[in-house]
């Protein structure tokens, strides 16, 4: 099964696909997570990714389409994934199918995590993430057992640095006029789903579940 995951920053893409990846034994793929990694690493695609991402703007098309194409290029993918934060604009959504259908392999399901902007400020300050394995954690409704440190892997938890309030207006407003327009292309494919992403983390994952079956 392959699923691509919508939404706005902070709609919770990370937080469900991370459940849904240990659900359906696939593999999440996040390319926020990827560039995060670089950074942490101090790689040249690290770099370059770095000076946009603190911005608030996205990572140009040609570094960020050649590095996820790989990615699901890997074995573990042979049986689907679930991607989360790609594709982010049209042209990055047309390489993707263009790669898929050379290989007669296509999208099943494109999640839209519904929430509107107001809700998202809040949750964002209250973000802590793990650099190591992914995780994420909100210091009031999605506590860590042991506080600064990931339940997963004993890591340190840290506030990512997009994560401040103007940089979150700018990351919102760039979904609005290049992600958002997503929404449409894959309705018109009929693979759009919507969840309402105001609900508990939980009540969530179950309508994507009744989609996905
Ligand atoms: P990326 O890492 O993808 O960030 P994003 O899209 O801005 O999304 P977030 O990870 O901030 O939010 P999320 O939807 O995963 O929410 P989460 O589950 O954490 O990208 C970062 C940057 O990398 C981009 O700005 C861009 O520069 C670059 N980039 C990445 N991909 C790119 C691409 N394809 N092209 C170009 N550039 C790219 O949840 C948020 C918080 O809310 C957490 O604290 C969580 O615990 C909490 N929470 C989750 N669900 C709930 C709930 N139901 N109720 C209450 N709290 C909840
Ligand atoms: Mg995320
Ligand atoms: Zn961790």
Do not use: W
Request: hydrophobic share 35%.
């Amino acid at each position: 099964m392959k699923i691509i995951m919508l939404g706005a920053p902070g709609a919770g893409k990370g937080t469900q696909a991370k459940m849904i990846a240990e659900k359906y034994g696939i593999p999440h793929i996040s390319t926020g997570d990827i560039f995060r990694a670089n950074i942490k690493n101090g790689t040249e695609l690290g770099m370059k990714a770095k000076s946009f991402m603190d911005k608030g703007e996205l990572v140009p098309d040609e570094l960020t389409v050649s590095m996820l194409l790989d990615r699901v290029g890997k074995p573990d993918c042979k049986d689907g994934y679930v991607l989360d934060g790609f594709p982010r604009t049209i042209p990055q959504a047309e390489e993707l199918d263009k790669a898929l259908s050379g290989r007669n392999e296509e999208i099943d399901f494109a999640v839209d995590v519904d929430v509107p902007d107001e809700n998202i400020v809040k949750r964002m300050s209250g973000r802590r993430a793990c650099l190591k394995c992914g995780a994420t954690y909100h210091m009031e409704h999605i506590p860590p057992r042991k506080e600064g440190v990931c339940d997963s892997c004993g890591s340190e938890l840290v506030l990512r640095d997009d994560d401040k309030a103007e940089t979150v207006q700018k990351r919102l407003q760039v979904y609005h006029e290049q992600t958002q327009p997503l929404i449409e292309f894959y309705t018109r494919k009929g693979i759009l789903k919507t969840v309402d992403g105001t609900q508990d983390m939980k009540d969530v994952f179950g309508a994507i579940v009744g989609i996905l079956g």
